[in-house]
């Protein structure tokens, strides 16, 4: 449901980045960059095709003096297969899809001064699910469900401000809020469940001299998961309750534009509120849970040849390591009140050879991810590994 009506571009960096941006960086991080800025222009989009899709988006973005800003909405709606269920004959429906989503930003930046910004999206998707109305060789299909529908909203706000202390050492600070709440409706009747994470982060960069520099900070997450179908002793719903802090530090060294050293280190505090029992779940009662975690990551590479060269060499290498505790709806849907986080070690080498000017680029990378503690249902085919719901492997 991710609309990318008004991206302007996506990076990503590969590997375990808990050092720098903790929980939950276990395979990579993906930073989706927003269109903002520069001279004002506008752009729209209508696409069409079978099953009754259609797409429409519109954005906008540009600077005026010391304000800049950038925005964009999307629709998109599908009718999906509105066909004859092979399993009976029987027409089908409530596959339909819609989709909604409008986000902004707005920032203000005063010469070798503060720059913030504020940034908001809005989303809801809709979504029919049928069933299974293919073929039927088990005997299993009852018809096509023309009630189970599945709603989804998505609201964002988040601000971020800079403030260069001198030409040496900035501050950043950023704040962000996510409510996330869906609906789904069976025909056993509706049933509701909702995330609400509230995130901030404190940076100091620093320019120690002209080949090194660091960063140092704190972070925190904190999250609240609820669901109809989690209650607790009285059979009332509760709401599962988590909280991340982070301290981290980073050192970055420069030798000759030649040699890149980058290393850093993040400790991680996880806790986790008690959790009420629930005999029909058959989840015994949950004490806190806190839990400590250290992170490091090196990374440093190497250019064989001089600077500015039209055809270049570059080694590079890396070694680091990463967490994800269990978020609020895998804590909520077992009964193992020791289910441990996910954790992630990776070392890589590779180089990169660049051609004329760097228009051209041949690069190969070896690398080893050992995952360990990865948290998998435990279903009927697994039934005598384990006596809980979930579990670790």
Not at 90 to 95: A, P, Q, R, S, Y
Not at 132 to 144: E, L
Not at 359 to 387: C, E, H, K, Q
Request: net charge negative.
């Amino acid at each position: 449901h991710l609309s990318v009506a008004d991206v302007d571009r996506i990076e990503i960096v590969r590997g375990p980045e808990s050092a720098l941006f903790g929980s939950d960086a276990i395979g990579a991080v993906v930073q989706i960059v927003t269109k903002r800025g520069g001279r004002p222009h506008a752009d729209a989009l209508v696409e069409g095709g079978s099953q009754g899709t259609a797409r429409t988006t519109i954005g906008a973005s540009g600077s005026s003096g010391a304000w800049s800003f950038g925005g964009g909405a999307e629709h998109a709606r599908s009718d999906g297969f509105t066909g004859i269920a092979p399993a009976d004959g029987e027409l089908v429906k409530n596959d339909d899809y819609h989709f909604s989503h409008v986000s902004g930003t707005l920032g203000w930046q005063r010469p070798n001064g503060p720059d913030v910004l504020v940034s908001g999206n809005l989303g809801r998707d809709e979504r029919g699910f049928p069933g299974p109305f293919g073929s039927d060789p088990a005997g299993n299909f009852s018809g096509v469900d023309t009630v189970s529908r599945g709603v989804n909203d998505t609201r964002q706000i988040g601000a971020r401000i800079t403030h260069p202390w001198s030409a040496n050492v900035r501050q950043r600070i950023e704040a962000n809020y996510t409510d996330l709440a869906g609906t789904f409706t069976s025909p056993y009747g509706p049933s509701t469940s909702g995330t609400r994470r509230l995130d901030g982060r404190l940076q100091e960069d620093a320019a120690f001299t002209s080949s090194l520099g660091g960063s140092a900070g704190v972070e925190f997450l904190r999250e609240s998961g609820s669901s109809s179908y989690v209650t607790g002793a009285a059979d009332e719903p509760i709401a599962i309750h988590r909280a991340t802090t982070g301290a981290f530090a980073e050192l970055r060294y420069v030798g000759r534009e030649r040699l890149f050293v980058t290393g850093g280190v993040r400790i991680e505090h996880i806790t986790r509120d008690a959790v009420e029992p629930n005999a029909d779940a058959a989840r015994p009662a949950f004490p806190d849970q806190t839990l400590d975690s250290v992170n490091p990551k090196i990374a440093a590479s190497y250019l064989l040849t001089r600077p500015g060269s039209a055809a270049s060499t570059r080694l590079r290498a890396s070694a680091g390591s990463g967490i994800r505790p269990p978020d609020a709806f895998e804590i909520a849907f077992t009964d193992n009140p020791n289910l441990k986080p996910e954790r992630n070690r990776s070392v890589d080498a590779g180089v990169e050879q660049q051609f004329a000017n760097g228009a051209y680029a041949l690069s190969a990378t070896a690398f080893s991810n050992s995952y360990n503690d990865l948290i998998v249902t435990v279903g009927t085919s697994l039934r005598g590994a384990s006596r809980y719901q979930t579990d670790n492997i």
